[in-house]
């Protein structure tokens, strides 16, 4: 039984990443791996996303070069949305807590998580001319 119910988490958190996150973990969706196999590829997908995020973040900081005080906004809402991913990704890994299984949820959380981030970014650094909300000026 237990068996069963975690391979069912499994397919359920591989449906809730499937959006943002399919580029790489397409790769491992389609494996026919072992568990060790899949949590390893998963891993890799996430550590990707991760080093993009970590780019397009140091691309934010730098046009933040000139404006203190956005930058510290920044720094203080980066370190609360990893906060938020940390709790997040360990509430959705907690149905296979102990499992084999558990650090592929918990990557493909992650993955998920971060991938959505991205886009943020992606949004921060090309916002239109003239709007208002957008905290990241525009490119030189």
Known sequence: MRASLAGFVALLAVAAVAGPARAQADD??????????????????????????NKLYKEITARLKDNPDTTRLLVATQRAWVAFCDAECNFQESAVAGGTAAPMIHAMCLDGRTKSRIED?????????GDMSCPVPAAN
């Open 28 to 53: 491992c969706d389609n494996a026919q791996a072992s568990q060790a196999d899949l949590n390893e590829c998963y891993g890799k997908a996430f550590k990707a996303s991760d080093a993009e995020l």
């Open 121 to 129: 970014f992606k949004t921060y650094l090309n916002c239109e001319e």
